[in-house]
């Protein structure tokens, strides 16, 4: 199982951006799937999930202004109104059913830049 992350990239402050995540490989079934990110010299921060069943959760700081949307093993962040502080790597986590058991599985990220 592979999770990957694309859609990063160097935007302008109030600019927006779509973030991908897709679950690969052989599995049963996905659970819920969240993003987080992590600015330089700061921790790892979960700012959006959504269960297979389509309901999200945000983080006060993205409320709003982020959208997190699913289909099947894929999931999307639409970021809208970005700030120079939304810089930082986006990770995506899924927690995935395969054969025998179940686990988290991370992705590498993806780096946007907010420029003011």
């Known amino acids: 199982v592979q999770v990957v992350e694309s859609g990063g990239g160097l935007v302008h402050s109030g600019e927006s951006l779509r973030l991908s995540c897709v679950v690969e490989?052989?599995?049963?079934?996905?659970?819920?799937m969240t993003w987080y990110r992590q600015a330089p010299s700061s921790q790892r921060e979960e700012i959006a999930g959504?269960?297979?069943?389509?309901s999200a959760h945000y983080a006060d700081s993205v409320k709003g202004r982020f959208t997190i949307s699913r289909d099947r093993s894929k999931i999307y962040l639409q970021m809208d109104s970005l700030k120079p502080e939304d810089t930082a790597v986006y990770y995506c986590?899924?927690?995935?059913?395969?054969?025998?058991?179940?686990?988290?599985?991370w992705g590498r990220g993806t780096q946007v830049t907010v420029a003011s």
């Open positions: 986590k899924a927690n995935v059913v395969t054969l025998p058991t179940t686990a988290d599985y």
């Open positions: 490989g052989t599995f049963l079934r996905v659970y819920t």
């Open positions: 959504i269960s297979e069943y389509n």
